[in-house]
């Protein structure tokens, strides 16, 4: 759960939320005249106080008690007595859970306080409204010393269902609870839980002070805020010797996160004169036991159960520590301590000095014999004479504060009649109030800022040199997170707030400290805003921020609190703007009818800021801009952003190529434009060229015709149409002659696939070796080299040409000659041929054209050399070379192979007995057949041996073993020259 705060965020602690508010919840807290002795003869009531018009409900949680009440302004209206018997009974009798409780609901803002009063007993507390209900709570109490049916105490009142509670007693409790171990507690709206401290039968019981409680995660997850209070049923302090006497106590306990580090106190007054003041009792309340806490400059010892100090007081104090303390102030018992004349035990919880208040308005009584009543103030000197009680100025007594120079002590006496009271100051002060009669007392602050002091925020705008406590519209500003703790992320919800800029949330998910700064005694962590803010117009807005940090004291760990931000009227200005070309000054000049307005902020809308009236920007790009001007006071940081669009024309950035070289004769210069023009194309840029041997163009690209070696200065002037323009200027000093191509060839016909050679013969100036030549064989092929190589594939007349770039790239003629390509016949010998011996056999050879000569080679066993399809006759294997002639003796040749098969004699028998002789089954001319397949099988059908083709006999064995001697079958296939199958048996012998 988020807890939401209010924050006046140019106040170092200004807040929204006082004693004044809307809702309330009190218990009727244990009194001992609620025992069978006492008759139950003690009284409630709750005192409603308003300064406008309020309609006020008051009922009992968990029963059907209601009343209403019609409050006119400035007027306070005195409850019915609370019910303390029969179904509607309300009261707090023993330790443990109650579902009745007094609730309080009001129309507009009002302030209430309950009183608890009877014979010789009286206790009043100012109540808080919900809104400052917090998480984490110490119980104050005094020392309980009274008798055995009067207790310690304090309760926690859940405002919201699903709460649960963690309490930690600081002794053992009446319930058997054990000192300093914490119990849950789960609680719905309206529900009390009391807790009281045991009582052995004596007089003394436990005092349960520095008792904590803390809101943890309910069944829903969620921390619920929660409100404590600490009492006692009836105690002394400072036991008197005769007739002093016990008290009963009860306060609401302000939430850990609203105690401050600096108190200062007002001792009570003598019922007999307001300059005659009695001594009190303080207790010191701290967290930490390692807070360093002084009176008066005197730092304290002996911290009691560390939790608290206690003193006793004989001069008004000034506390301080360097860490959140609480103070109660205690009257003493009559007659105890030094304490006289009128009043018994009071104990009233103050106010930190950061919590003082401007204005309040309370409630004095007169219930159960209080015959003075007194207001006690502290102010600073500056604010006396402001100060207003009850619409006077007069006062009873003041005194300089003995503990902080600069501050007045001030007493007003009241009449002891129910009356409502208001005190109004420019100055902040923090006040008491109390009542005094025989044996008879009630007190209770006066009123208080009920603010989360664990943070501040503060505005500051962006052109002032220190915090303020306004802006003005579109002014920049920020706002600046001061926390007792690290934190770990912060959220400014401008997104949440119409016409704010930025639209969106500023969230700072790593913040990093900006410093640290101590305020009112304490150290504060300060987190700047990352980004500026501005607001839209005069007003009044309520920014909230969120922060994160495992400090804070709730189950998210988070707060969320709303920043006033209050806008004023801010300062008028203008300006005028003298725009000119890019990469000329434009000039900037602002004004305003205000003399307050000093300082002057530009933005060129290109990267480039400037300040003064007057500025100037030289832009290095046309275009489109939009100028921003912030006019401020440095008296008050406000400033007024004027935004102007303003169109710069763009000057072109004039550039050109010139030619490296210019080749002569000839003179060809081609010049390539590269002008720009930023942020815009170049279609409408005028050209202006002189070339330096008077010759002149206005093209793009223009080319010019040298007639002579030289030096020529050339410029370029490049125009935009808004008459912005740019010169660049170069030189043509570099000529060269051209180079004179020539080649020869090593022949001017030729066959094809027959090399041709050529030699280049040009005529080079400059260096030679690193000219290039370009070669072109007009067959689609090219070269470079200088003697190149070429051979056509293919016949045709061709025609070669080359030219050459000189070393300084200067272009020759271009060198041709015709070349003849003469086609060589295409021949093919035929298919290579099996024949049996002395078997004829036709070649059947094959050439284009057909009327090309033909010659066989070798002629052995052919019918004719010469004869393109001759026939052989032959008893060996015997390969040929045919050779075509075409026209212009050109040849070509081929090959063909006449293999010739022997018959196949298979043997019946071999011995592989190792003797050397007939150890394989040897096939004479099978070898010949490559593709013959060879299976053998035994007398079973089993594959004994097979192979593809016949190179390695079989030797008699089957998988590396010997076969035994017999009769085996075989198949053979040989495949080839007509051959069937040939199969019979072979025999094994050994």
């Known amino acids: 759960m988020t807890f939401i705060f209010a924050i006046t965020c140019f106040l170092s602690h200004g807040q929204s939320f006082t004693n004044k508010g809307r809702e309330f919840w009190v218990g009727y807290g244990h009194n001992q005249l609620f025992g069978a002795s006492f008759g139950n003869s003690q009284d409630m009531v709750v005192y409603l106080s308003a300064e406008q018009p309020a309609n006020v409900t008051v009922s009992i949680s968990g029963t059907l008690w209601v009343r209403t009440y019609s409050i006119p302004a400035n007027s306070v209206v005195v409850t019915d007595l609370i019910p303390r018997s029969g179904?509607?009974?309300?009261?707090?009798?023993?330790?443990?859970?109650?579902?009745?409780?007094?609730?309080?609901?009001?129309?507009?803002?009002?302030?209430?306080?309950?009183?608890?009063?009877?014979?010789?007993?009286?206790?009043?507390?100012?109540?808080?409204?919900?809104?400052?209900?917090?998480?984490?709570?110490?119980?104050?109490?005094t020392t309980q010393d009274y008798d055995r049916d009067c207790y310690s105490w304090f309760y926690v009142v859940a405002s919201e269902n699903s709460t649960r509670v963690r309490i930690t007693p600081a002794a053992l409790t009446k319930g058997g609870r054990p000192q300093d171990t914490p119990f849950d507690i789960d609680l719905n709206k309206g529900e009390v839980y009391n807790v009281m401290g045991n009582n052995p039968g004596t007089n003394i019981g436990n005092d349960l002070s520095g008792s904590v409680i803390q809101s943890i995660p309910g069944s829903d997850g969620k921390c619920h805020p929660i409100s404590v209070f600490s009492g006692s049923s009836r105690t002394n302090v400072c036991q008197a010797p005769l007739f002093g006497g016990g008290d009963f106590m009860m306060q609401q306990v302000f939430p850990a996160t609203a105690w401050g580090a600096r108190y200062l106190t007002g001792l009570t007054s003598s019922s007999t004169a307001a300059a005659t003041l009695n001594p009190n009792r303080f207790?010191?309340?701290?967290?930490?036991?390692?807070?360093?806490?002084?009176?008066?400059?005197?730092?304290?010892?002996?911290?009691?159960?560390?939790?608290?100090?206690?003193?006793?007081?004989?001069?008004?104090?000034?506390?301080?520590?360097?860490?959140?303390?609480?103070?109660?102030?205690?009257?003493p018992s009559h007659d105890a301590c030094g304490y006289t004349d009128l009043g018994d035990p009071e104990i009233i919880f103050l106010s930190p000095v950061e919590q003082a208040i401007k204005n309040v308005t309370f409630y004095s009584t007169n219930k159960e014999s209080i015959q003075v009543n007194y207001l006690t103030l502290i102010v600073h000197n500056n604010g006396l004479p402001s100060l207003m009680i009850d619409g006077s100025p007069a006062v009873d007594h003041s005194y300089d504060h003995p503990g902080l120079a600069g501050y007045k002590v001030v007493v007003k006496k009241l009449a002891a009649v129910a009356a409502q009271h208001t005190v109004t100051c420019d100055s902040g002060f923090n006040a008491i109030t109390y009542g005094l009669g025989l044996y008879e007392s009630y007190g209770y602050n006066a009123g208080s800022y009920v603010n989360n002091l664990t943070f501040l925020a503060e505005l500051k705008n962006d052109l002032s040199a220190g915090p303020n406590t306004y802006t003005c519209p579109k002014t920049p500003f920020g706002i600046t997170i001061k926390t007792l703790y690290p934190l770990t992320g912060i959220t400014w919800h401008y997104g949440e707030v119409a016409g704010f800029t930025p639209n969106a949330n500023i969230v700072y998910t790593s913040p990093v400290l900006a410093g640290t700064e101590v305020v009112n005694g304490k150290t504060y962590n300060l987190y700047k805003q990352p980004l500026p803010a501005a607001a839209p117009s005069i007003g009044t807005y309520y920014i909230p921020v969120t922060i994160q940090s495992p400090s804070i004291d709730n189950c998210s760990n988070s707060e969320k609190f709303i920043v006033e931000v209050k806008v004023l009227a801010g300062p008028t200005a203008d300006f005028t703007a003298a725009p000119d070309c890019a990469y000329k000054p434009s000039v900037f000049s602002g004004a305003s009818p205000e003399a307050a307005v000093d300082t002057w902020e530009w933005d060129f809308d290109d990267g480039a800021f400037g300040t003064g009236s007057r500025a100037e920007r030289i832009y290095t790009a046309g275009g489109n801009y939009t100028v921003t001007m912030l006019a401020g006071r440095s008296i008050d940081g406000c400033a007024i952003p004027v935004t102007k669009a303003v169109a710069i024309p763009g000057t072109p950035v004039a550039a050109f190529d010139a030619p490296a070289v210019v080749c002569m004769p000839g003179g060809e210069s081609k010049f390539v434009n590269k002008t720009t023009m930023p942020g815009a194309g170049n279609a409408a840029m005028q050209y202006q060229w002189t070339f330096g041997d008077g010759g002149t163009a206005t093209g793009e690209h223009p080319v010019h015709y040298y007639t002579a070696r030289g030096s020529y200065p050339v410029t370029l002037i490049a125009t935009s149409t808004a008459g912005c323009a740019d010169t660049i200027d170069a030189v043509i000093a570099n000529f060269a002659n051209r180079p004179i191509a020539g080649f020869t060839v090593s022949a001017s016909e030729a066959c094809a696939g027959t090399e041709f050679r050529?030699?280049?013969?040009?005529?080079?100036?400059?260096?030679?070796?690193?000219?290039?030549?370009?070669?072109?064989?007009?067959?689609?092929?090219?070269?470079?080299?200088?003697?190149?190589?070429?051979?056509?594939?293919?016949?045709?007349?061709?025609?070669?040409?080359?030219?050459?770039?000189?070393?300084?790239?200067?272009?020759?003629?271009?060198?041709?000659?015709?070349?003849?390509?003469?086609?060589?016949?295409?021949?093919?010998?035929?298919?290579?041929?099996?024949?049996?011996?002395?078997?004829?056999?036709?070649?059947?050879?094959?050439?284009?054209?057909?009327?090309?000569?033909?010659?066989?080679?070798?002629?052995?066993?052919?019918?004719?050399?010469?004869?393109?399809?001759?026939?052989?006759?032959?008893?060996?294997?015997?390969?040929?070379?045919?050779?075509?002639?075409?026209?212009?003796?050109?040849?070509?040749?081929?090959?063909?192979?006449?293999?010739?098969?022997?018959?196949?004699?298979?043997?019946?028998?071999?011995?592989?007995?190792?003797?050397?002789?007939?150890?394989?089954?040897?096939?004479?001319g099978l070898e010949e057949y490559h593709h013959a397949t060879v299976q053998v099988f035994n007398r079973w059908g089993q594959v004994v041996f097979k192979s593809v083709g016949y190179s390695i006999p079989w030797n008699g064995m089957m998988n590396g073993h010997k076969l035994p001697a017999g009769a085996y079958y075989y198949v053979i296939k040989p495949g080839d020259n007509g051959y069937g199958v040939l199969s019979g048996m072979v025999m094994i012998v050994r």
């Open 758 to 924: 050529f030699t280049d013969n040009s005529t080079i100036p400059g260096n030679p070796a690193n000219a290039v030549r370009i070669w072109d064989y007009d067959d689609g092929t090219s070269g470079t080299t200088a003697t190149p190589a070429k051979t056509y594939t293919r016949a045709g007349s061709f025609t070669v040409s080359m030219h050459l770039i000189s070393s300084e790239g200067c272009i020759s003629d271009t060198a041709t000659t015709g070349i003849t390509v003469y086609p060589i016949p295409v021949v093919n010998a035929g298919p290579d041929v099996i024949t049996e011996p002395n078997r004829p056999v036709q070649l059947k050879a094959s050439v284009t054209p057909v009327t090309a000569g033909v010659l066989w080679s070798p002629p052995t066993g052919l019918s004719n050399a010469r004869q393109l399809q001759p026939v052989a006759t032959l008893q060996e294997n015997q390969g040929y070379v045919i050779t075509a002639t075409g026209d212009y003796g050109c040849s070509a040749s081929d090959t063909v192979l006449v293999k010739v098969f022997k018959e196949l004699k298979i043997p019946n028998a071999f011995s592989p007995d190792g003797d050397g002789r007939n150890d394989t089954w040897r096939i004479p």
């Open 283 to 331: 207790r010191v309340y701290v967290r930490d036991p390692s807070t360093a806490v002084y009176a008066n400059g005197v730092r304290l010892t002996g911290l009691v159960n560390f939790a608290y100090y206690d003193f006793l007081a004989t001069a008004s104090q000034y506390i301080t520590a360097n860490k959140p303390i609480m103070v109660a102030q205690v009257m």
């Open 87 to 141: 179904g509607d009974d309300c009261r707090i009798t023993n330790e443990g859970l109650y579902r009745k409780n007094i609730h309080i609901e009001s129309n507009v803002p009002i302030v209430a306080y309950a009183h608890i009063y009877g014979s010789a007993s009286s206790g009043a507390a100012m109540l808080l409204p919900v809104e400052t209900y917090g998480y984490t709570y110490m119980s104050l109490n």
